[in-house]
């Protein structure tokens, strides 16, 4: 399936790159705004950027603006993404009650910068530009309303970014106001960025849903769902990086994954996928050698003492051994922005080792590689048997996924 947003540079007094604007779009023939509900909008742009796609391709070394809604800062979304990586955009005319800002306040002290969107300063909403750390100046708006915000901005030490700059004139009269940051169309228009991208099965999806909105809920049970869908566990990697940007603890199964993210933020990062549909059918037939491999890997790994201690990590790397075929085709580059222990990496990119050897077994053997197979059966000393067997299990085990 094709994820799609658009990006809009938002540049300094000295035209560099300070982060870009994520902006919702539903395909590439359309550049703009065509939502219909601002929770599910936003969804999508949070989950495609962070979760479908690799953010760093996205924003390089800059921030991501994202607007929020009322109902996802309530939530705690943004807390979902590094404080490095975002800033938060809340618009001026939400409804300001104690919860919303209790909310903005919570992401204050976490250390995320909160940017004011299209704001004309009013003393109803004193409490909220408090917070602010950068004020988002609409340049179609009055000149009385545009220099009255500017003037208090400057007083109140806040930095200034003017949006919708579209001529030359704009952009020196912005930056006679005290404006640090620019956007608009003189500059640059929104790009439309797409990538196919595999989405959770949906009644994967509704399985850990219900799971995790139990009052006491079974970890072990929600591992087992998400063992079963490669999609789900991308974008769990995928979520650890942004949520714990630079983790240095290297990820080596699905339940150290969800040790290290706590249920807290799975019921978010739950609740997220369900605002953005995420439920929409998917490539069933990659969904079923993905958990066929990682099946065989765990158990070729229990057949093999070594390797036996970690047959947990060698499911891992079975499972995301269809990176490459779910659209992800520089597979090394997209292993490197998940967080995953380097033998991990090293078996799915045959750099040699056990874990390699591991992998390289399994994917000969479904598709009938007798050869190698016969080589690696020797060098661990296994029954063919016993080996045959088991892939056995595992091919119906997975054929299960062609039943959902």
Known sequence: MNVYMARQPIFDTHNHVYGYELL??????????TGLNGDESTADVVTNAFF?????????????????????????????ISPEL????VLENLLMDDELLAACQDLKERGYTLALDDFEYDNSYSDLFELGDIVKIDFRTSKKSIEDTAYICRYSNKVLLAEKIESREEFEYAKSLGCSYMQGYYFAKPTIMSKNSLTPLPVNFMKV????????????????????????????????????????????????????????YLRDWVYLMGMQRIVRCDNVEIMRISCLLAKFC?????????????????????????????????????LEEFPLTNEIKDGLLGRGGIY???????????????????????????????????FVKCVKEAERIRMM
């Open 298 to 334: 765990r158990q070729l790994a229990l057949m093999i003492p070594q390797a036996a201690p970690d047959s947990d990590s060698y499911y891992l790397m079975g499972l995301l051994s269809m990176v490459a075929w779910g659209g992800e085709q520089a597979l090394s580059q997209t």
């Open 52 to 80: 479908g796609l690799n953010i760093k391709d996205i924003i390089g070394n800059g921030k991501a603006f994202i607007n929020f809604t009322a109902n996802l800062l309530k939530h705690g979304v943004p807390k979902m």
């Open 209 to 264: 849903m219900q799971l995790v909105s139990q009052p006491e809920p079974d970890l072990e049970e929600i591992i087992e769902v998400i063992s079963c869908d490669t999609a789900m566990c991308q974008r769990l990697l995928r979520l650890i990086n942004s949520v714990y940007f630079g983790v240095k603890n290297r990820v080596s199964s699905i339940g150290q994954a969800l040790v290290i993210l706590g249920l807290d």
């Open 86 to 89: 975002v800033v938060v955009e």
């Open 24 to 33: 919702y779009r539903s395909n590439d023939k359309k550049n703009e705004y």
């Open 356 to 390: 390699s050897d591991v992998y390289d077994l399994a994917y000969c053997y479904e598709k009938a590689d007798w050869a190698s197979v016969d080589k690696y059966v020797e060098k661990y000393h296994l029954d063919s048997s016993l080996v045959a067997e088991e």
